[in-house]
């Protein structure tokens, strides 16, 4: 069975630019996170999907936003990048009921100049 | 409020010797509890999970973690540490959604 895949795996934006990230959840997968990754913040949930509806969110501002389409895809925007953006961005999959074990992506690793 | 600490955020071990690493939380309600792993350049993967029973929990490359109710800790442990486990590692807490909280993490480093 094929993992969580991200694309891309890198990216470079520069300030006030805006970048779209993409996620392939497990097959069989309806519920899609998101987390944000930094040295300084460590690893802080953005969004949850779940059969293409936004079941739970973080605290972060509206740059941020998400969908998911009827495959369980799923994409992540953030609008107007900062600086303070770049960071290590993780999807996870999962099943059905939130005691189902996520797995994890590889990661977009998002660096803004 | 619900946080997760991990109060070690660098341990060196010789490889053979036995590992501890530190979880507490602050959770009001009955905590899920994981500890993930993370190599570099990579995602997270799933070490084990505590949701309920037996508070002694086995997960895979041969660790274990205690839940210790009356402590909020959720302590990950490995009795004979091997090179190919430097990594950083994460304890999180849930409550049944996917929203979890992490920790900030700690990184283990193997002497030869």
């Known amino acids: 069975k094929a993992g969580v895949t991200q694309t891309p795996r890198y990216l470079i934006k520069t300030r006030g630019q805006q970048v779209t990230l993409s996620c392939s959840p497990i097959?069989?997968?309806?519920?899609v996170s998101w987390y944000q990754q930094t040295p300084g913040q460590g690893l802080q949930f953005l969004f949850e999907?779940?059969?293409?509806?936004?079941?739970n969110k973080g605290n972060f501002p509206g740059r941020f936003s998400g969908r998911q389409f009827s495959n369980s895809r799923s994409e992540m925007n953030v609008s107007t990048l900062e600086l303070g953006d770049s960071a290590l961005y993780l999807c996870?999959?999962?099943?059905?009921?939130?005691?189902?074990?996520?797995?994890f992506g590889p990661g977009t690793r998002l660096t803004v100049l | 409020a619900q946080s997760v600490t991990q109060p070690d955020i660098h341990i060196t071990v010789s490889e053979g010797a036995s590992l501890e690493l530190r979880c507490n939380y602050s959770y009001g309600a009955t905590p899920y509890l994981f500890w993930y792993v993370q190599s570099p350049g990579q995602g997270l993967q799933l070490l084990l999970k505590y949701f309920s029973g037996d508070t002694l929990v086995q997960g895979i490359k041969g660790f274990e973690a205690e839940f210790k109710r009356s402590q909020s800790s959720f302590n990950l442990r490995k009795p004979s540490v091997h090179w190919s486990d430097a990594a950083e590692y994460f304890c999180?807490?849930?409550?049944?959604?996917?929203?979890?909280?992490f920790g900030t993490g700690t990184r283990l480093k193997v002497l030869a």
């Open positions: 996870a999959s999962a099943g059905l009921a939130g005691t189902d074990t996520q797995y």
């Open positions: 999180a807490v849930g409550s049944g959604t996917y929203k979890y909280i």
């Open positions: 097959s069989g997968h309806r519920s």
């Open positions: 999907y779940f059969s293409e509806t936004q079941r």
